[in-house]
């Protein structure tokens, strides 16, 4: 077995983090051994970690790790798995249905849900509408597994809805425990003013992560993130009494994980609450509509007046 790059203790529960391939650390693990792994891989985009744009990459190398994933999974484990699209020259890729395929090959990997993640900024395309949503892909090692749904659930809209027919027609028919989050989470991404921002061109939010680690695993539990980056995968395990294995290929990235888990023990660490996003109030600046802004949908109207009655 490698010699971890860094090891932190926080209470009764551990990190420990690889300077090592993916594939390569999940081969030295015993089988049966994880509760619960979760991950965003390289989409071979062309960021700052990647050598290959290449999809076909992607799937060879998604075929390669499925069976490891699965191997050291414990009956009953889980296996998130996010991503995004895959964009070049315009042609668009979703990855996820790479991800799917590739897990058809292990068939004790069963999918539960395909969860949408949406959030509201990036980049502006023109030629397309801007995408705004990645997904997770989340599996469970065979039939049997736990879902502890009530800590995850999230205020109703209408908490004072009653049931309007049948035998419990006028009882109020909303659960006092709060909704069920469903598989659309609107989870602001990490992007340049969010409070968790590092310098990893790609963070998972605290949030997103928070609510799989609750939900598919208990406290004292091994969890897994074999793309670690940032950490983010770490710190939320540890937060949440769970111990936590992982693998990153650069050394720069696990400096940035080890500083915050080090942050999480000091109680320095900057977290965004799972809270809904705000909405800014009309009245703050970055609400009020510029004056060009009217102007230029004047000249907009007249020029569609213009080509109307051309057309006439
Ligand atoms: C999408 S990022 C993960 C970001 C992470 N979810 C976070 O919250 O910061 C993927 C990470 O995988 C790392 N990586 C790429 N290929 C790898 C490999 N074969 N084994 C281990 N890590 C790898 C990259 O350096 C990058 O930090």
């Not at 996010?82 to 964009?87: A, D, S």
């Not at 023990?265 to 009217?294: C, N, Q, W, Y």
């Amino acid at each position: 077995m490698y010699k971890p790059h860094f090891q932190i203790k926080y209470g009764s529960s551990a990190a420990k983090a690889y300077k090592a391939d993916a594939l390569l650390l999940l081969q030295q693990l015993p089988s049966n051994s994880v509760d619960l792994i979760i991950t965003s891989p390289p989409y071979c985009v062309g960021k700052e970690y990647e050598k290959s744009t290449s999809v076909q990459d992607f799937l060879t190398e998604h075929i390669r790790i499925f069976p490891e994933l699965a191997r050291v999974l414990k009956p009953g484990g889980s296996l998130c798995w996010q991503v995004g699209n895959h964009v070049r020259s315009g042609r668009l890729t979703p990855l996820d249905a790479l991800v799917y395929f590739a897990s058809t090959f292990t068939p004790q990997l069963i999918l539960r849900n395909r969860i949408v993640w949406t959030f509201g900024h990036g980049v502006h395309c023109a030629n397309r509408f801007s995408g705004r949503h990645e997904t997770i892909l989340w599996f469970t090692k065979g039939e049997k597994y736990k879902f502890n749904l009530d800590p995850v659930r999230i205020p109703q809209k209408y908490p004072g809805k009653r049931y309007y027919k049948g035998p419990k027609a006028g009882e109020w028919s909303g659960n006092p425990k709060g909704k069920n989050p469903g598989d659309v989470w609107d989870i602001p991404n990490v992007k340049a003013k969010h409070p968790e921002k590092t310098k990893h061109p790609c963070q998972f939010p605290i949030a997103l992560v928070s609510r799989l680690v609750t939900a598919l695993s208990k406290p004292g539990g091994l969890v897994m993130d074999p793309y670690l980056g940032s950490g983010t995968t770490a710190v939320v395990a540890l937060k949440q009494r769970r111990n936590f294995i992982g693998s990153e290929k650069k050394a720069a990235y696990l400096k940035i994980a080890k500083g915050r888990i080090e942050q999480l023990k000091s109680g320095t660490l900057k977290i965004r609450d799972d809270v809904p996003v705000r909405i800014p109030d009309p009245t703050e600046s970055v609400s009020i509509i510029p004056p060009h802004f009217a102007a230029f949908k004047k000249s907009a109207r007249t020029a569609k007046t213009k080509r109307l009655k051309q057309t006439e």
